[in-house]
């Protein structure tokens, strides 16, 4: 487990150690080669299907932006909840934020809104309609990428299954939190930060699943 939390060098090129979450289309990397003593102290990689939702490319290739993991994941658990539950939604609030993005948000989908860091480098508003789930997104640090293939994909809206995104976060979620904290700990303990308490995380995690058996249930 130790090569997790040291950067080798090959040649003049830093190598980084990424653990990498993945589920059907959503996929989520962490870099533990790196930290930074910051409130966002990691850096991530969040892609849905082929579309950079989070990260830069710069000369040919893909990196992270700085999040907090712990964060990161709360906010995929929270847009779940208020998707599936919507009495208890923020919806009115997503549409009127989204419409200064540029983004036209139904009256009447459920939807919420996901701000990734302080900066913000991607802001993400997600979108019920039916049993599709809109996922409209900007993300600052691409639109300065030097990458032809990513040349005017920094902002889109790119579509997935509602019920197989919210089993990606219900997947990715329990993969870091069974097999991934201890090592986020122990680079977190490493540099004078405080445990974690990551029972907030697990209850949302339980929300959702409670949720997701009632809304999908018939559909098993």
């Not at 040649?11 to 979450?21: A, D, F, I, N, P």
């Not at 959503?26 to 991530?44: E, G």
């Not at 990428?145 to 509602?162: A, Q």
């Amino acid at each position: 487990m130790r090569r997790l939390f040291l950067a080798g060098v090959a040649g003049s090129e830093v190598v980084r150690m990424w653990v990498t979450l993945k589920g059907k289309h959503l996929t989520v990397k962490i870099d533990v080669s790196r930290y930074v003593s910051s409130p966002h102290p990691f850096f991530l990689i969040f892609t849905v299907d082929e579309h950079l939702l989070l990260g830069a490319c710069w000369k040919g290739k893909i990196d992270g932006a700085n999040a907090n993991i712990h964060g990161f994941l709360q906010e995929l658990l929270i847009a779940c909840i208020q998707i599936l539950n919507p009495k208890e939604s923020t919806s009115n609030f997503a549409r009127k934020e989204a419409m200064w993005m540029g983004f036209a948000l139904k009256e009447g989908n459920p939807a919420y809104e996901i701000i990734t860091s302080s900066n913000p480098s991607s802001i993400y508003y997600l979108e019920a309609e039916g049993s599709t789930l809109k996922i409209h997104y900007y993300n600052d640090l691409l639109s300065y990428t030097d990458c032809p293939e990513f040349k005017g994909k920094h902002k889109g809206v790119v579509e997935v299954p509602l019920k197989e995104f919210v089993e990606d976060v219900l997947k990715v979620s329990r993969e870091y939190l069974e097999k991934y904290v201890p090592v986020i700990e122990k680079i977190r303990l490493a540099h004078g930060e405080e445990p974690d308490n990551y029972d907030s995380l697990w209850g949302l995690y339980s929300e959702v699943k409670e949720l997701y058996e009632k809304r999908f249930k018939s559909e098993s």
